[in-house]
């Protein structure tokens, strides 16, 4: 401990040496990162001795990478806070790690003091004699043997007591400063949920498509062939009054209402034009065949993931309908744009007064905005203008 604290208070001046000349454009811009790499690793094998020792598991910080050009790796040395940790841990490890080892050697210089100097008691000068135990004087063979024994058992009592105990200090002391604290766990976890997000948005658009083709080709194909099957059964019947001809007319028309019901519900599941043209493409055909006249902006719009296609989709296409059927208004702006969240706005110049408890078409937009975590603000005073703006997270 105590080599590895000097060594640690000797990296503390060569970083700053390499950090300096940076300042002056120097070699520091290359050195820094490899120092602090070489500081990482350093941290790390005190933080798993220290974690061994305590016998609690610590997740292994990943070394920094120094394959990246320069400027990435800086990035990473100035974004991430492991840095920070490290260098935290760098100036507080030198000082417990010089005096605690120097306790644990006094306490052994106790045992070690006794075992040498008791027998050479008759060498100190009478007017000074050596002292055992911190006070008592000795000056006889039994005064001696009885206080060097002494001081031995104090001391070894005292060095096995106390030495483990420091040495756990010093462990926790170690992982509480190299230990991440709640705003980094906070940041990881918000890192590693909007990754699983992302994933499972991914995961949840490729299902829907399977559903929608499933659907497309095999039930909805087969109710085709019923439904052309039951045409020419009553077609080939020559009596059309009779009870079976009733029960194949009925039997018909429910195979074409389910056909229609089971193609609403297709595209409701993902409208088929969101396959074919993309959301601005969708978007603009909504705009296009709008009973209203609808502006669109959709230059800052990219590729989102298909749940959130679908989900914009249809916020789009209930705030068109509901300015066409409610607002009185001239004009409908829709603005799309993306970067790692969807944003949407839909306003109109009408009269205003949005009331989500007159229907289902506002609570249904904020409950697909709510799916995938996003957000809905509807503005609407009464005398206008309505804007509804919807954020939807795309975590890319
Ligand atoms: N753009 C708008 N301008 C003015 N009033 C609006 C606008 N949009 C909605 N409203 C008002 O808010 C109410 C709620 O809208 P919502 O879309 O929830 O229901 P709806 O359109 O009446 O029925 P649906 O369930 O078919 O959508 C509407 O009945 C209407 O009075
Ligand atoms: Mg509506």
């Not at 417990?96 to 210089?109: C, Q, T």
């Not at 911190?134 to 043997?145: E, K, L, N, S, Y």
């Not at 059964?233 to 009779?242: F, P, V, Y």
Request: aromatic letters at 4%; hydrophobic letters at 50%.
């Amino acid at each position: 401990m105590f080599p590895s604290a000097l060594a640690t208070m000797i990296g503390l001046p060569l970083l700053a040496v390499g950090v300096l000349s940076v300042a002056v454009g120097g070699a520091g811009l290359v050195v820094v990162p490899r120092m602090m790499a070489g500081l990482r690793k350093w941290a790390e094998w005190h933080r798993g001795q220290a974690a061994r020792l305590l016998g609690v598991a610590v997740p292994p910080t990943a070394d920094l990478r120094l394959r990246l050009p320069v400027r990435d790796q800086w990035r990473q040395l100035l974004r991430g806070p492991e840095s920070r940790r490290d260098l935290r841990w760098m100036v507080r490890h030198i000082v417990p790690g010089l005096l605690i080892p120097l306790a644990a050697l006094a306490l052994v210089g106790l045992v070690v003091n006794a075992v040498l100097e008791a027998p050479l008691w008759w060498i100190f000068p009478a007017d000074d004699p050596l002292r055992l135990l911190v006070a008592f004087p000795v000056t006889d063979w039994p005064g001696a043997i009885g206080l060097g024994m002494a001081q031995t058992v104090v001391g070894a009592a005292l060095t096995w007591w106390a030495v483990p105990k420091l040495a756990r200090l010093h462990a926790r002391a170690c992982l509480a400063a190299l230990a991440p604290s709640e705003a980094d766990q906070l940041a990881a976890r918000v890192g590693e949920l909007t990754e699983s997000r992302s994933s499972v948005l991914d995961a949840h658009a490729a299902e829907l498509r399977r559903i929608e083709r499933d659907l497309h080709d095999g039930t909805q194909a087969r109710l085709v062939a019923i439904a052309m099957r039951l045409a020419v059964a009553r077609e080939a019947l020559d009596d059309d009054t009779g009870t079976v001809a009733t029960l194949l007319k009925e039997a018909h028309e429910g195979t074409e209402e389910a056909m229609t019901e089971l193609r609403q519900v297709i595209s409701t599941m993902y409208p088929p034009i969101l396959a074919d043209r993309g959301l601005a493409g969708a978007v603009s055909a909504l705009a296009a065949r709008a009973g209203i006249r609808v502006v669109t902006d959709l230059h800052d719009l990219h590729p989102v993931p298909a749940a959130v296609e679908t989900a914009a989709y249809f916020i789009v296409a209930e705030a068109i309908t509901n300015a066409t059927k409610h607002s009185q208004a001239d004009r409908v702006t829709v603005r799309l744009a993306s970067d790692e969240t969807l944003h949407i706005e839909i306003t109109d110049d009408g009269q205003g007064g949005v009331d989500e408890s007159q229907g289902t078409g506002i609570a249904g937009i904020k409950k697909r905005a709510a799916a995938l975590d996003g957000t809905v603000t509807i503005v609407s005073p009464s005398g206008g203008p309505t804007s509804i703006i919807a954020e939807l997270p795309c975590a890319s």
